[in-house]
């Protein structure tokens, strides 16, 4: 089975940071990687698919880059709305979640 | 509009049973799998099962093999989830998502808990 990693697993930032959450696989999983994010009591969303392509309507600051087994998910300044928690994904061999990175209010 | 809508949570006491339903609207249902992802309370996301846009093939996590059983019925754009021999560890909120187990998940339901306490 294909174990991901993400860090930090909590990260406080404040308004206009920019952040960056890590993703690694424990093989190569080529660019079947996605992104999510999950506020409180609601569902996920699908942010980022094939590493670095955006779903259509997730805002520009959201960015996602990287192949074989390290990813990140860069928000390039953080708003008020993106106070959540971020799950990485691999589809290269079934679905595998990363164990998720909350971005808090520092 | 795109819309999943799940139901069939409850509370259930361990070895007991329960049918979870995801009903469909605002896409073609046959032409996508579906599948259920898990989350137990204050936890990650865990994939849990996928079945094809037919219904003909099916896949489960090694953690649920056995006990669950995931099924469709095209005909009223419905997923099903039966789920027996509940233990404790599966007392999750339940999500069924538009996708496979080898894509990604790009619409989900609201959800639906199952408590399994004695």
């Known amino acids: 089975d294909i174990q991901m990693t993400q860090s930090p697993s909590i990260l406080s930032a404040s308004v206009g940071d920019r952040v960056t959450i890590t993703c690694r696989a424990s093989?190569?999983?080529?660019?079947?990687l996605a992104w999510y994010q999950q506020k409180p009591g609601k569902a996920p969303k699908l942010l980022i698919h094939k590493a670095s392509s955006s779903k259509s309507g997730v805002p520009s600051r959201f960015s996602g880059s990287g192949s074989g087994t390290e990813f990140t998910l860069t928000i390039s300044s953080l708003q008020p709305e993106d106070f959540a928690i971020y799950y990485c994904q691999q589809y290269h061999s079934y679905a595998t979640f990363g164990q998720g990175t909350k971005v808090e209010i520092k | 509009e795109v819309q999943l809508l799940e139901s069939g949570g409850g509370l259930v006491q361990p070895g007991g049973s329960l049918r979870l339903a995801c009903e469909a609207s605002g896409f073609t249902f046959n032409n996508y799998a579906m599948s259920w992802v898990r989350q137990a309370p204050g936890k990650g996301l865990e994939w849990v099962s996928s079945v094809s846009g037919s219904g003909s093939s099916t896949y489960y996590a090694d953690s649920v093999k056995g006990r669950l059983t995931i099924s469709r019925d095209n005909s009223k754009n419905t997923l099903y989830l039966q789920v027996n021999s509940l233990r404790a560890a599966d007392t999750a909120v339940y999500y069924c998502?538009?996708?496979?187990?080898?894509?990604?998940?790009?619409?989900w339901g609201q959800g639906t808990l199952v408590t399994v306490s004695s």
């Open positions: 093989q190569s999983i080529s660019s079947w």
């Open positions: 998502a538009k996708g496979d187990a080898g894509d990604t998940f790009d619409i």
